[in-house]
């Protein structure tokens, strides 16, 4: 035994980073299905067009949501700061996409509501991995007071 660590007690750097690429993928992957989903729903619609920046939010933060839950339960220790770690990645990713498709840019959104709803990505990022975190039983995990802590103990005392 090298370090006497379980894989999900791993919280340096690269646990981190490795979970918020699983919590970016799962992201991605949600905004790829929910918009299918939702583009689907706005053709069977008389008007398309009405509901599309509702849809079009919608799916950018539920992805936001899904990043943050993935990333956070990929690592419980490090759950809050791997989900603000993938919002940010998702964010960024998202940012880099949208330089490509600036069309029309009368009808783009303003730098201050982009950079609003970028803000949102996170926070939602943020709250979806700090949702998942590892919680202790009776006390804060330092303190070892949860189950898995007190049968490390007893075993440590056997030996």
Do not use: H
């Not at 009368?106 to 949102?120: E, F, I, K, M, N």
């Not at 919680?135 to 056997?158: D, E, L």
């Amino acid at each position: 035994m090298a370090k006497n660590r379980s894989r999900d007690e791993q919280t340096s750097a690269g646990g981190i980073l490795g979970a918020a690429l699983r919590g970016l993928i799962a992201g991605i992957a949600a905004i790829i299905v929910l918009s299918l989903i939702l583009t689907a729903a706005a053709l069977g619609m008389d008007d398309p067009s009405k509901l599309l920046r509702v849809f079009a939010l919608g799916t950018l933060f539920v992805g936001a949501v899904v990043c943050g839950v993935f990333a956070g339960m990929s690592c419980r220790d490090g759950a809050a700061a791997a989900g603000l770690v993938g919002g940010a990645a998702y964010v960024l990713l998202l940012w880099l996409i949208s330089l490509f498709f600036r069309g029309n840019q009368s009808a783009a959104a303003s730098p201050l509501w982009s950079a609003v709803g970028y803000a949102v990505c996170l926070v939602l990022s943020l709250m979806g991995g700090f949702a998942v975190r590892r919680r202790g039983y009776g006390g804060s995990m330092s303190q070892g007071k949860n189950p898995a802590a007190a049968a490390r103990r007893r075993a440590a005392k056997r030996q």
